[in-house]
């Protein structure tokens, strides 16, 4: 895919090269599905090509904003079966803390543990219940297997090495670095971003229960990782993380867009001129109502009228379809005028 990395400008610049030449992968078998998570098919706009460089070349995360469904998350799936590296990910909540992307300490089966009396002592002791989180294996990933330990007192501990991320399915890993998503950071507390800035500026953060600070290792490209972060704008992220991050601002796709969309998922062979007249009247029939579908909605609804035409062709049912799948009663029109921002 690209030339081997070798570290510091010269890695950016074969990702660079990868960026411009990104291609799908259409799956062979069975329709797609809206919300997969492949990394097969995408998109790419120029203003998104050119967020995604800036993004490498700064080392800054790439913060994507928009309506649900619009192409925020499987963006980064797409990356980084395209640049041949791991892909993980983290989905925020309100109960997430920035320790969850770093590293999180089993108490509950240490206290267990030490009720059975089967502590042991030292650092490796205290390792066994240590689970490196995202954004350790994309720094210090040989660090992270090894729990913090050094090579030596790891073989020594008869410890199991830790479980890292891997390849998106049916991809290959063929350069050293990493994909990271940061999925909805608008779900949790505002101190979840406030926690983060000093690991995504300095990309460096202390593990106290092992007297440890993890860095970036030598071998880990200087671009790495890829950190995308998505936010539906339901709540209004700290500026200072704001101003960490290169912003770029998604829109529900236009009815020729949907219809661009389903196109790149099929192969011509499976997608007819009787079929591509079905999409393209369902995308001008969802985007006449106001429903503002997003990619994932519309490529389910697809999938029904091509898999049942039976329902299609029946009116009465098929308005019963759209409104069970993409014009929601109610649906946030506070939340749009935000994301048409």
């Known amino acids: 895919m690209s030339r081997p990395d070798k570290g510091g400008d010269f890695a950016i610049s074969a990702v660079l090269e990868d960026l411009d030449r990104l291609q799908d992968r259409p799956s062979a078998t069975g ?10 098919v995408y998109v790419i706009t120029d203003a998104i090509r050119t967020a995604i460089k800036v993004a490498v070349i700064t080392g800054r995360p790439l913060l994507l904003g928009g309506p649900p469904g619009c192409g925020k998350s499987s963006l980064a799936s797409y990356l980084a079966r395209n640049l041949g590296v791991v892909y993980d990910e983290f989905v925020a909540t309100e109960e997430s803390t920035p320790a969850d992307l770093l590293w999180t300490f089993d108490a509950v089966r240490r206290l267990g543990d030490a009720q059975a009396d089967r502590l042991r002592g030292g650092r490796a002791g205290t390792a066994a219940y240590v689970e490196p989180g995202p954004l350790w294996w994309a ?10 330990l050094e090579h030596a007192e790891f073989e020594r501990s008869g410890l199991e090495p830790a479980i ?7 991809s290959r890993v063929t350069r050293s670095g990493a994909v990271v998503l940061i999925d909805e950071i608008d779900k949790a507390d505002l101190s979840f971003c406030n926690g983060l800035l000093v690991p995504f500026g300095s990309k460096q953060f202390a593990v106290p229960e092992l007297g440890l600070v993890v860095r970036t290792d030598a071998l880990v490209p200087t671009w790495s990782p890829l950190t995308i972060i998505t936010t539906n704008h ?3 992220l700290p500026d200072a993380f704001v101003r960490r991050c290169v912003v770029l601002n998604l829109k529900a796709p236009t009815s020729e867009e949907l219809v661009e969309i389903v196109e790149r998922h099929f192969t011509t062979e499976r997608l007819d001129a009787e079929q591509l007249a079905v999409v393209e009247r369902l995308a001008n029939s969802v ?3 106001g429903a503002l579908p997003s990619t ?10 091509l898999t049942t035409p039976e329902l299609h062709q029946d009116p009465a049912t098929w308005a019963l379809v759209e409104q069970m799948t993409v014009a929601r009663v109610g649906r946030g029109r506070r939340l749009e005028r ?3 921002r």
């Open 296 to 305: 994932s909605e519309f490529l389910d609804l697809v999938n029904v009228a």
């Open 287 to 289: 985007g006449e109502s």
């Open 164 to 170: 890292g991320p891997a390849p998106v399915s049916g």
């Open 31 to 40: 329709l797609p599905r809206g919300d997969a998570r492949d990394g097969e």
């Open 234 to 236: 339901e709540r209004d």
């Open 139 to 148: 720094f210090d990933p040989g660090s992270a297997r090894r729990r913090g």
């Open 338 to 340: 935000r994301w048409a």
